[in-house]
């Protein structure tokens, strides 16, 4: 059977009338005849008995039309889902940050849970790595990351730039130094965020291109745990500036600007091509204020 036939079938079923079921399925009667006879073809069962200009179901048909109540009921249910998913009344959308790209996309979700309040939103946090081959896999919607590789299957659409500095324990000797040369760093016990991070790859390329090779003394997952360790003065790290901002402002580091390299960690909006119509993403990217997203 075919749905089309089992259209015409629960039509008549209803009505019990094949001229009232043509009528509001806008075919002629024999038309609606025809395919009610294919269908008892294929199901191989009489459906309807004829009774003067009416109809009656058989057994048969009582129980094909219990199914087909429930498949009817199911399709509309799906339009309506779809139709609400089309204009965002609900429906989902899952991102994935960077722990460094975490403290910019905060009040975007804000103003989009505002925007469209039965859409849910989930964050995954990861580092750039993982974020990246979430999305490769439709895992996620889109993630936010900084220093994003190019990719052919990727889109990346500007979120932050952000200036680098070093951040240093508000004791050390540099904290009345205006700025200070990258390849200082090579001669301070250095504290980094683990392998995967966009951010270590940035300072690590950075550092690698001023001949440096700073002696790293912890690798640690969290931007908190970082700032604690370089405030017990274990070492000295190169964080994005907003980060340390509350610290320095209570006195609890120094940040010294970088004179001769100055660093900036991109943080991008990835996503992939295939997905990039997604009404739900470009909601959201609408949202977070990008204009245009790039044409596929």
């Known amino acids: 059977m075919n749905l089309s036939q089992l259209r015409v079938f629960f039509f008549v079923a209803r009505e019990q009338s094949f001229t009232r079921a043509a009528h509001l399925l806008n075919i002629t009667q024999p038309a609606a005849s025809t395919r009610v006879r294919e269908l008892e073809r294929d199901c191989g069962s009489r459906l309807f008995d004829r009774m003067g200009q009416g109809v009656a179901l058989t057994d048969a048909g009582e129980t094909l039309f219990g199914y087909a109540q429930r498949i009817f009921q199911l399709l509309g249910d799906a339009d309506h889902a779809l139709e609400n998913a089309r204009q965002l009344k609900s429906g989902s959308i899952r991102i ?3 722990q460094t790209a975490a403290n910019f996309v905060s009040p975007i979700l804000q103003r989009f849970k505002k925007t469209y309040p039965g859409v849910t939103v989930r964050v995954d946090l ?171």
């Open 126 to 296: 990861g580092n750039s790595k993982k974020i990246l081959a979430d999305v490769l896999n439709f895992d996620l919607h889109l993630g936010l990351v900084a220093n994003p590789p190019a990719d052919r299957g990727l889109i990346t659409v500007p979120c932050v730039r952000e200036p680098m500095v070093l951040v240093v324990p508000i004791a050390h000797p540099w904290v009345n130094r205006g700025a200070v040369s990258l390849k200082a760093v090579h001669a301070q016990p250095f504290i980094t965020r683990e392998p995967g991070s966009g951010t270590r790859a940035l300072v690590e390329t950075a550092l690698e291109r001023v001949g440096a090779s700073p002696r790293i003394e912890m690798e640690l997952p969290l931007n908190a745990v970082i700032k604690q360790a370089v405030e017990a003065g274990i070492g000295v790290a190169i964080m994005p500036e907003s980060i340390i901002r509350e610290e320095v402002d209570a006195r609890q580091l120094a940040c010294i600007k970088i004179r001769d390299c100055p660093l900036t960690m991109e943080i991008d909006w990835v996503f992939l091509r295939d997905r990039s119509e997604a009404p739900v993403l470009q909601a959201l990217l609408s949202v977070a204020h990008v204009a245009q997203v790039p044409d596929k």
């Open 96 to 98: 994935g940050t960077g």
